[in-house]
């Protein structure tokens, strides 16, 4: 089983970044799928999330209006795509499935850092 999170990178602030995360393994079909960061020195923090069939999102309030979700279930894949990125969106970003009963698989993390 595995999450590999990609496109992360060195960005200038107001520059956009697209991160994806490939699932083998296991399913993300019926199960919400999501993204949570964690900054240097700050705790992990859930970012933006997905339903499993209806697409309803969920935002944390910091990246609503720059940041969008999206999933392909053909692909077994989520998306991120981050706009008007600011240098406090600097963090590792982890990809992250809800089971029904808890956070069930993690990615390992791709590292978005935003210079100011």
């Known amino acids: 089983v595995q999450l590999v999170e990609s496109g992360g990178g060195l960005v200038q602030a107001g520059g956009s970044l697209r991160l994806s995360c490939a699932a083998s393994?296991?399913?993300?079909?019926?199960?919400?799928i999501g993204w949570f960061r964690q900054a240097p020195g700050k705790e992990r923090e859930a970012v933006s999330c997905?339903?499993?069939?209806?697409?309803?999102?969920w935002y944390v309030h910091s990246v609503k209006g720059r940041f969008s979700i999206s999933r392909d279930n053909s692909k077994n894949t989520l998306y991120l795509q981050m706009n008007s990125l600011k240098p406090e969106d600097t963090a590792l970003y982890y990809c992250?499935?809800?089971?029904?009963?808890?956070?069930?698989?993690w990615g390992k993390g791709t590292l978005v850092t935003v210079s100011s």
């Open positions: 393994g296991v399913s993300f079909d019926d199960y919400a």
């Open positions: 992250v499935r809800d089971g029904g009963y808890g956070l069930d698989y």
């Open positions: 997905v339903s499993s069939h209806t697409g309803v999102s």
